[in-house]
């Protein structure tokens, strides 16, 4: 009923129903679709029209901030797709993913200020308008969005002081692009390079499941482009896969996206004979574990191996070996792996974090530091060398070391959650609570629901309060940050 109180009282939205009524409807709307797993894809305020004749008007004072137009696309599963009309506030989906249900949508809304805040007095489906423009019209807006992100990365680096503002545009801009492509796809549904452009538009905002939609298109609808998508669509589903699994608890789902993994890898070998074929279905074996899959995916990781000369593609494959050997315990066989591809590309992302894992699992514990402390010099944002080295640190009882690791990485990466908390951990352990006070509510300002933050203010309050023996702490994340250009961490 809370939803009723955000609508403005001359709304339209209300539909003259009193809050009573207009909950009830909403409840028994949502018995039949199950709306569940809401996700924001982005809101951009617009910016306000002024007129360029300026007239004297006193009775205006004070007014012209008194509304204001917010766009936002959003997105969220539904058991079946809704008719219209059924709810003003629903709009038309511009996009669905049978596997799941998700549905997506571009809305506006309309505030107007009222007494208690910003209240919703009207909406557009944007989504939809969006369909009835012309394609010229289309192609002319997503040029003039794609030149606009384009310029903001020739300006600006994600290190400047107001990079947040940017990235945000760069987010709103390339989002809005992704809606606009929906809609050309309806005008032009036979040019495929529009579809593998939503595709990776759409993995780079990490929304893994509106990528597999546009490339099932591809499948369908071009032949000739099968394979690849195909390859593409394996690699995603193995992606949303570990999503499912580490991020929403969901075994099942995580469970059944990897078994769609393996088969889409395995139909686009049957098609062709790839090398990305091979090293995407080493990566379904090696996700799913244990020595038997470990070998079946060094096997198909020595046929890409053989299918290919591209420098790129062999340093993956060595990388990957390397992870495997690592995940059997070789740890002299991944060693070499690493040097492998250090020798085939010397700024391969993480390898140099990888042998530095590889040393430490040897007990060559020099080696290990150095190949660490030469990741950060290379890789000033590669998480996972500052934990593994400042956890060598602690281990070899050197604590200031330990703790300036850490420092060190928050320095060159302040908008990490992850290293904030494992300074917390230690100073906790000291009995230092402002300055792990400090650290955690750094933390929060950088991820407020992050669900380790919020433990770890747990633990603080409870540290606070004990006189004895401090309760053993959990690690800070949930995972050791993977090496610099690695999906996910390593299994030991």
Known sequence: M??????ASQSRLREGFTQEEWAERREEWAEQFHPDYLKPNFVHEREVKKSGLWLPNPFSRGTENAEKVVDAGWSIELVDTPEMNQLPELPQATNFYEETGRHWFWTSYRLVEETGGWRILDM???????????????????????????????????????AIKYLNEILWRTMQVVYYE????????LDHTTYFEAAARAEILQDEERSITYLERVVRLFPEQRAEALRQIGVLQLDLSEKFEEEEGDDERAEHFRELAEASLRESLTIEDHAAGHIGLADVLQNIGGDEKLDEAEDELLKAQALTTDKEALAIIESKLGEIALDKDDYEDALEHFQRVEEIDPNFPGVKADAGDALRMMGKTEEAIAAFRQAIETEPDNLHAYVALSEMYQEAGEESMAQEVLEEGIAANPNTVELHLLLAARYIQKNDFRQAEELIDEAESINPLDENVQMYKQVLALSKKLSKKLPPLPAAPKKLPPASGKKKPKKR
């Open 124 to 162: 557009v489906d944007e989504g939809k308008n969006a369909q009835d423009i012309p394609a010229a019209e289309l192609q002319r807006l997503i040029k003039q969005h794609n030149e606009q992100v384009q310029k903001i990365t020739q300006q600006h680096s994600p290190y400047d002081p107001d």
């Open 2 to 7: 809370d939803a009723y109180n955000y609508l």
């Open 182 to 189: 929906d809609a050309l796809m309806k005008h032009e549904p």
